[in-house]
């Protein structure tokens, strides 16, 4: 999921790039815009990865701990 977003982030900065060579303005604004939430959308499922295997490694810390 993180790849995709990463991947769709790319395309769409090169769609506002287009679109801005082309002086199409409001086109270039609003695939930054997608691609500006696509990246941070990218961003969040790292981090909720991240967060995920931390906690599960510090439940196995504390299931081995108790036994």
């Not at 982030?9 to 303005?25: P, Q, R, S, T, Y």
Request: proline residues 0%.
């Amino acid at each position: 999921m993180e790849r995709l977003f990463q991947i769709l982030a790319i395309v769409l900065a090169a769609a506002a790039a287009f679109f801005f060579w082309n002086g199409n303005k409001d086109g270039a604004f609003i695939s930054a815009v997608f691609g500006c939430v696509s990246f941070f959308l990218s961003i969040r499922t790292q981090v909720k990865e991240r967060n995920r295997l931390r906690e599960a490694a510090r439940n196995d810390e504390n299931e081995t701990a108790v036994d």
